[in-house]
């Protein structure tokens, strides 16, 4: 089966009016671009972590809420990419996105 006949499915519990939290990977400033061209302006969605790959001793910072824009008035932290299983239980905790 190639990989464009297979059929995902996705099962994503979470009220109609909250967000979906996404968690951005980091990416060697690639990361930043995809926030700022789709995730900044949006509401249905809340970006509430970066996690830091390539780019050296950018974990543990935060990425300023002067480029996140007005929806992130408290910047949004950066975490680095060995915390995901951390982030995904206490950030994203009540969201299950599962593909078939």
Request: aromatic letters at 12%; hydrophobic letters at 45%.
């Given at each position: 089966m190639k990989f464009k006949d297979r059929k995902t499915k996705f099962n994503i519990r979470r009220s109609k009016h909250e967000p979906i939290r996404?968690?951005?990977?980091?990416?060697?400033?690639?990361?930043?671009?995809?926030?700022?061209?789709f995730f900044r302006n949006r509401p249905s969605y809340r970006v509430v972590a970066f996690t830091a790959t390539q780019i050296p001793f950018i974990a543990n910072r935060i990425y300023p809420s002067e480029l996140a824009g007005v929806n992130y008035p408290d910047g949004i932290p950066i975490y680095p990419e060995e915390e995901l299983p951390q982030l995904l239980s206490e950030l994203c905790s009540g969201f299950i996105a599962r593909g078939l």
């Open positions: 996404v968690i951005i990977l980091g990416a060697g400033e690639r990361d930043f671009h995809n926030f700022n061209t």
